[in-house]
């Protein structure tokens, strides 16, 4: 059976995607060279020439995700190896490039520079091969869930370039039929429809540093499909409010924590009674 068929929200799916991304500071300057940036542009022809002469190879191509104040490029090829960069509002804040390595689906890549620690703009090293359809993304080995609950949302498939995980260029305009090729461990998290849930009781909430942490139950478990790692949207609401995020299920019901942040939009007070679902609350059924 073919998952049921999600459009989201243009003015939601921005929203939250700038929620996602790492910010740029637009105070902060590209702390790369001009050298260096056309070293990096050589690499990119030497791949693209690579890429154009190979066609249709399975996964040599150019790949990006985005959003309004962040934007993400990969340039890859079995032989040419990998380039990358992540651009902010006032230039490039990551840039490297070096080898890639093809096993048992996944790309691993062996950069010329080494990720600093915490670093957003930087390039995971390990990148799962998920085709769907005629689509091809490259997902990093440690957002598989992320990416599975981007497509309960209904944030994917996308219809743009932008979003928050690499897509091939062009790709965004091919279909996504049928289930996207997922590792048979997270088969299960795949909704073929959403679930929704409501809040029965709030446990606590607590401040941590700049972030606010909410517990709550929700009125699903086990036996309505849900599973620790599952995202649950807020509905009814013009505005966006960060997902309930499973941490324990229960047969009948399940534990599940808000994150907010101090300074950031107008914090939702998380009361018995309102409505979640794994689909964006401003999703909708086409």
Known sequence: MSITKKRASHMMIGVSLSLFLPIAVCS?????????????????????????????HSWAGRYLYGGLTSSFQLSIAPESGFAFSSRGCVGIYG????????????????????????????????LLLISWGERHYLIPATQIL????????????????????????????????????????????????????????HQETRV?????????????????????GMQFYFQNSL???????????NDSNSVAEIVQFVGGMEQLSPRPGLPLSTLSGRAEFE
């Open 239 to 249: 505005r966006y409010y960060p997902p309930a995020v499973i941490t324990v299920v």
């Open 146 to 201: 992320k990416f599975i609950n981007a497509i309960n949302a209904g944030f994917e498939p996308r219809k743009t370039v932008s979003g928050l995980f690499f897509l091939k260029w062009g790709d965004e305009y091919k279909p996504a039929a049928g289930k996207p090729k997922l590792p048979p461990e997270y088969a299960d998290y795949l909704l073929e429809n959403p679930i929704q849930a409501r809040i029965t009781s």
């Open 28 to 56: 902060q300057s590209s702390e790369f060279s001009q050298e260096s940036q056309r070293k990096l542009q050589k690499r990119e022809m030497v791949i693209q020439n690579e890429i154009d002469e190979l066609k249709s």
């Open 95 to 126: 840039l490297n490039y070096g080898t890639v390595q093809a096993t048992d689906g996944m790309l691993k890549l062996v950069p010329r520079e080494e990720n600093r620690r915490g670093d957003t703009w930087g390039i995971p090293t390990e």
């Open 208 to 228: 941590e540093g700049s972030a606010v942490r909410s517990t709550v139950v929700l009125d699903v478990g086990k036996a309505q499909g849900a599973m620790v």
